[in-house]
T-cell receptor, first 112, second 110 residues
């Protein structure tokens, strides 16, 4: 595709519910990254995929967060039992090797 | 610990002036550094990257890196109203994983 695509752009969910956020990277990009950005802060690294495997998931805050990339392209970030503190913009980025990482427009998650 | 600090508050500059932004980083193993521009409600957009000590110029932007002092800066010359945004400093601590500072807001006053 022309750029990194993230859906939905906005998601409002009730506390305790399960949500899935989708990222469609730039075609051919092997590396995919998820970041979380809270208001007034810089993006915070969550997880990095190289191909299908999670090469580094050290940024996931707890076991309610999980991400997959089963075919090495589209990735889904999954959040169980959402909490109000999970409210943030979730950004996905992709790159080819060590080249520039391009960011998607993000998904704004609001937990009420 | 991979920390990137941007401590300055909002920066207001008159149109045509130079905007100067600074950042420090804690991880001596970081090899490359990035400046991203982020407009309100938009995603970060890469404007400069730098790997080597010294200056790197690209149009109206100059990035400066001092690895001994663990210091990165960005100069924006001839500031334009369209430069009004938040500028994020980031270090690459391996495999393009980025540690970001909290950002500095720049307001260019016409």
């Amino acid at each position: 595709g022309a750029g990194v695509s993230q859906t939905p752009s906005n998601k409002v969910t009730e506390k305790g519910k399960y949500v899935e956020l989708r990222c469609d990277p730039i075609s051919g990009h092997t590396a995919l990254y998820w970041y979380r950005q809270s208001l007034g802060q810089g993006p915070e690294f969550l997880i990095y995929f190289q191909g299908t495997g999670a090469a580094d998931d050290s940024g996931l805050p707890n076991d309610r967060f999980f991400a997959v990339r089963p075919e090495g392209s589209v990735s889904t970030l999954k959040i169980q039992r959402t909490e109000r503190g999970d409210s943030a913009v979730y950004l996905c980025a992709s790159s080819y090797g060590q080249s520039e990482a391009f960011f998607g427009q993000g998904t704004r998650l609001t937990v009420v | 610990q991979k920390e990137v600090e941007q401590n300055s508050g909002p920066l207001s500059v008159p149109e045509g002036a130079i905007a100067s932004l600074n950042c420090t980083y804690s991880d001596r193993g970081s090899q490359s550094f990035f400046w991203y521009r982020q407009y309100s409600g938009k995603s970060p957009e890469l404007i400069m990257f730098i790997y080597s000590n010294g200056d790197k110029e690209d149009g109206r932007f100059t990035a400066q890196l001092n690895k001994a002092s663990q210091y990165v800066s960005l100069l924006i010359r001839d500031s334009q109203p369209s430069d009004s945004a938040t500028y994020l400093c980031a270090s690459n601590y391996g495999n393009n994983r980025l540690a970001f500072g909290k950002g500095n807001q720049v307001v260019v006053i016409p």
